[in-house]
């Protein structure tokens, strides 16, 4: 038996989710230790790296934060050519 590479005919063009919880990790973090090291710091106002991370993840990261529309919103643009992609959490509102 050959194997075969799984192809899609027609190619998608539409992808959404369903329902998720909390965020996503910032991109390039490192494996699931790394990111527990990434939350103690950000969340210890004393922490030597609380500043640089928080800059690094765009100023702003709750690991609690999903938002569903936001989330289908940037599936969408992922099958648009020259869209800006977002890269991190929006700012919450005040």
Wanted: glycine residues 6%; contains cysteine.
């Amino acid at each position: 038996m050959r194997n075969k590479a799984l192809s899609l005919d027609p190619v998608p063009r539409h992808a959404e989710c369903l329902e998720g919880a909390r965020a996503r990790p910032p991109e390039d973090v490192g494996g699931p230790c790394s990111y527990g090291d990434f939350l103690e710091a950000i969340r210890d106002p004393v922490h030597e790296v609380q500043e640089s991370n928080l800059r690094w993840a765009g100023g702003h990261f709750d690991p609690e934060w999903f938002d569903l529309d936001l989330i289908n919103k940037d599936l969408q643009n992922t099958f648009r050519a020259n869209v800006r992609r977002r890269l991190h959490q929006p700012k919450p509102k005040t």
